[in-house]
């Protein structure tokens, strides 16, 4: 992440600031006129709350050195409303603006912010926080513990655990991506086994199928064979059935002859009913 400016109006101790930041190092005094009667007391002036905490309230809505802190003690205490943070930054090759507001007279109690020119802001609060808390490259604990250091503050590296540590450097190495990688190829493997499983399964099945298949065709061809062992091939035979179909061509033959008289007949008898309809017509019977 790289800062290009900040804009702070009543925030904690300060009442206006705006901040451009350029490449290099950055040297801020403070003078704290309420602490000294000389100005140069620079405890309690705001160094912390302009280089740290206003740049971890706008992003992530939380502080450094006072974790447990109300929300709306971030209003200064003077003015008592109208606090307003904004940053500007780049990341990721892409241009981001966080807006966050408190007790604002215009915005309210308000979390905006923008991706390359495109308000990113959802209707639901939290839902906002939580989409932007995911897009960012770093999480507060990084930023935390190995970007923001400072006298007396709280979360520092060396105060976490070996374990904490660890998780700590893995996330700023981006190495939890090989902790990701190998849950997919965990999940991955997994599904694969459940799909051999399930092939193994089914090759069994297959051959089963094929032993029953093989079975009935070793059948079939025992049938086959017995079947061609009957059959004997017989001359008297074949003359049977040749003067059977003999027979049975001359049959068809008187067959087809009845047949013609019949239709004979028939045209007779209609010849002979008609005749007859005439002459009883004709004597009027």
């Not at 992530?60 to 003690?73: E, F, T, V």
Request: aromatic share 6%; with cysteine.
């Amino acid at each position: 992440m790289n800062f290009k400016s900040l804009q702070i109006e009543n925030f904690l101790s300060i009442s206006s600031a705006s901040v451009d930041f350029t490449s290099g190092v950055h040297f801020v005094q403070g003078r704290n006129h309420d602490m000294s009667t000389d100005g140069v007391e620079s405890n309690g002036s705001g160094k912390s709350a302009l280089c740290g905490e206003a740049i971890e309230w706008v992003i992530w809505g939380s502080l450094n050195r006072s974790p447990r802190i109300k929300a709306d003690d971030v209003v200064n205490r003077s003015v008592g409303k109208d606090c307003l943070v904004r940053i500007k930054f780049e990341a990721l090759d892409d241009e981001w603006e966080v807006l966050r507001t408190r007790k604002h007279s215009e915005h309210g109690n308000s979390l905006r912010w923008w991706r390359n020119g495109v308000e990113k802001t959802n209707h639901d609060a939290n839902q906002t926080k939580r989409e932007l808390i995911e897009a960012l490259p770093i999480s507060n604990q990084v930023f935390r513990h190995a970007i923001q250091v400072g006298q007396g503050m709280p979360f520092t590296f060396l105060s976490l655990t070996e374990t904490e540590k660890l998780d700590l450097l893995c996330e700023i190495l981006s190495l939890d991506h090989f902790d990701q990688a190998l849950e997919k190829a965990k999940e991955k493997r997994s599904t694969l086994n459940s799909k051999v499983i399930t092939l193994e399964a089914e090759v069994e099945n297959l051959r089963d199928s094929m032993a029953e298949f093989e079975s009935l065709l070793s059948g079939e061809q025992e049938l086959l064979v017995e079947a061609e062992s009957k059959f004997v091939k017989d001359d008297s035979l074949e003359t049977e059935i040749d003067s059977l179909v003999g027979y049975l061509a001359t049959e068809a033959k008187e067959i087809e002859g009845l047949r013609g008289s019949y239709t004979s007949l028939t045209e007779q008898h209609k010849s002979l009913s008609s005749n007859l309809l005439y002459e009883k017509e004709r004597r009027g019977i």
